[in-house]
C-alpha cells in the first residue's frame, strides 16, 4: 500500500540553527512533491513544490530536496526562529484523469526555542 | 483577493442528525477537495471534485455525501452523524498542484 512518513515526533531545536525535517515514501511514483505550514487551529499553507525531475529548489530560508531513488526528500530551514515554529506537511500528488489530488503524510510538528 | 472559506467554525450536532459543512471558493478553481484530519491520522480525503457535476469518493468517504452544482461551493454532508465523525475538517480547492485551504470546521458529534 502507498505510505507517506514523516516523523511523529517533534523537532526541537535553537533559533538560529537549520531545522532538517524527512519526508519518506513507499509505492508511489509522484510527479512532484510539496511542502506545507500548518499552525494551530488553521489549514495547511503552500509552501515550496518540487518536481521529479529537479533535486533541489530554494526559497528563501527553505531548501527542498528530491531523491526519487531514495524515495525522500528533506526540508531544511537555515536560520531558523521562533516565528518558523508550526508543522510541517509532505504531500505528493496522487494523479487521477488528469489532476492532482495531494494526499499528505502525518506532519512533524517543529518547535524552535529563542 | 480570492479565498476559500469555511461555514460554520464550529458547530455541535447531536448523533443520528444530518449536518451540511459550506465551503465556498472566489478562487474559480475546478477541483475542489474535503479532508479531515485527526490526531494520529493527518490529512485524509474524503471526496474530491473536478468540477460542476463531477464528485469522486476519497478513502475515508463512507457517511458523506457532496455535490457540486456550481464552481464555488463543495457542500459536505453527514447523512447520519456519528461519534466517530467527530473531526477537524479542511475544504481545499487547486487550479493545478498548489492546493489552497480554508480556514476549517471543528465538528463534535455527541
Known amino acids: 500500500s502507498q505510505k507517506i512518513e514523516q516523523n511523529s515526533e517533534a523537532l526541537n531545536i535553537q533559533e538560529g540553527k537549520t531545522a532538517t525535517l524527512t519526508c519518506n515514501y513507499t509505492n508511489y511514483s509522484p510527479a512532484y512533491l510539496q511542502w506545507y505550514r500548518q499552525d494551530p487551529g488553521r489549514g495547511p499553507v503552500f509552501l515550496l513544490l518540487i518536481r521529479e525531475n529537479e533535486k533541489e529548489k530554494r526559497k528563501e530560508r527553505l531548501k527542498v530536496t528530491f531523491d526519487t531513488t531514495l524515495k525522500q526528500s528533506l526540508f531544511h530551514i537555515t536560520a531558523s526562529q521562533p516565528a518558523d515554529s508550526a508543522t510541517y506537511l509532505c504531500?505528493?500528488?496522487?494523479?487521477?484523469?488528469?489532476?492532482?489530488?495531494?494526499?499528505f503524510g502525518r506532519g512533524t510538528s517543529l518547535i524552535v526555542h529563542p | 483577493d480570492a479565498e476559500i472559506t469555511q461555514s460554520p467554525r464550529h458547530k455541535i450536532t447531536e448523533t443520528g442528525r444530518q449536518v451540511t459543512l459550506a465551503c465556498h471558493q472566489t478562487w474559480n478553481h475546478n477541483n475542489m477537495f474535503w479532508y479531515r484530519q485527526d490526531l494520529g491520522h493527518g490529512l485524509r480525503l474524503i471526496h474530491y471534485?473536478?468540477?460542476?457535476?463531477?464528485?469522486n469518493k476519497g478513502e475515508v468517504s463512507d457517511g458523506y455525501s457532496v455535490s457540486r452544482s456550481n464552481t464555488e461551493d463543495l457542500p459536505l454532508t453527514l447523512e447520519s452523524a456519528a461519534s466517530s465523525q467527530t473531526s477537524v475538517y479542511f475544504c481545499?480547492?487547486?487550479?493545478?498542484?498548489?492546493?489552497?485551504f480554508g480556514q476549517g470546521t471543528r465538528l463534535t458529534v455527541v
Open positions: 471534485s473536478y468540477g460542476v457535476q463531477d464528485t
Open positions: 504531500a505528493l500528488d496522487n494523479m487521477r484523469r488528469g489532476s492532482y489530488i495531494p494526499t
Open positions: 481545499a480547492s487547486s487550479g493545478g498542484a498548489e492546493a489552497f
